[in-house]
């Protein structure tokens, strides 16, 4: 059985999605992990114009994923694929038809036979389309541009507040815009609006909905 969550940056899709996979005793997948890892990689080589023959370089490129960690021919990367540097580049990135393909395919074979919630933004849409229940979780800029602002303070990072927003609606509107996988609601995904909400309201919400779901399949 496979729940989806989709939605723009920062709307706390991960947390969600994690808590919600510990209540319902299912696997938790994020890929957007699998982006920033592919977005390290190229920022290591120099930028993604060094790739030369990216089509074929994503085929043989060496990538291990287990819940919440990733790594990069061989070297774990799972703190390193936060970096601004990383989110500045990733959803350039995630533009590319062979690189959204080859990582669909890794998702897809994920979910063969397992019960699963995943999050990113296109798993409602390109990834699983026939998913039992499917999320689009959403919440005002200002709001997940301080909830970032806060995160990145507990790490000792300082930053501007209005820059932290412009730089994620400029992500969202380049994931919004993609020819390939852009991020956008399935027609039958249920909308929730995360603004003014704790993690935990957010998770009973989803919860009772999945809960729902599933005594109306089984009556
Ligand atoms: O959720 P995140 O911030 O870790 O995602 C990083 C980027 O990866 C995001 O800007 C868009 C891209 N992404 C994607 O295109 N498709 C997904 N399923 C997940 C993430």
Redesign the pocket.
């Known amino acids: 059985m496979i729940v989806t969550i989709?939605g723009p940056?920062?709307a706390g899709?991960?947390t969600v999605a994690k808590m919600l996979a510990g209540r319902l005793g299912f696997e938790f997948l994020?890929?957007?992990?699998?982006?920033?890892t592919v977005?390290l990689e190229l920022l290591r080589l120099g930028g993604i114009g060094q790739a030369a023959g990216l089509d074929q370089w994503i085929d043989g490129l060496e990538m291990v994923f287990e819940p919440g960690r990733a790594w990069l021919r061989g070297e774990e990367v799972t703190r390193e694929?936060?970096s601004s540097g990383v989110?500045a580049l990733?959803?350039t990135?995630?533009?590319h038809g062979q690189v959204?393909r080859r990582?669909?395919g890794i998702?897809k074979a994920y979910g063969k036979g397992r019960s699963l919630v995943t999050?990113?933004?296109?798993?409602g849409t390109a990834?699983f389309p026939f998913a039992f229940c499917k999320f689009f979780l959403i919440a005002d800029v200002n709001e997940r541009a301080l909830r970032r602002f806060r995160e990145l303070e507990m790490q000792g990072v300082a930053v501007n507040l209005d820059e932290l927003a412009h730089q994620i609606t400029e992500?969202d509107r380049?994931?919004a815009t993609?020819e390939i996988?852009p991020?956008v609601a399935a027609q039958d995904a249920i909308l929730i609006d995360s603004t003014g909400h704790s993690i935990v309201q957010v998770v009973d919400t989803l919860e009772n909905h999945v809960n729902l779901r599933r005594a109306h399949v089984h009556d």
């Open positions: 989709d940056a920062g899709k991960s994020d890929t957007g992990a699998m982006y920033r977005a694929i936060r989110t990733v959803s990135v995630a533009e959204r990582l669909v998702q999050e990113g933004r296109d798993q990834v992500r380049r994931d993609r996988g991020m």
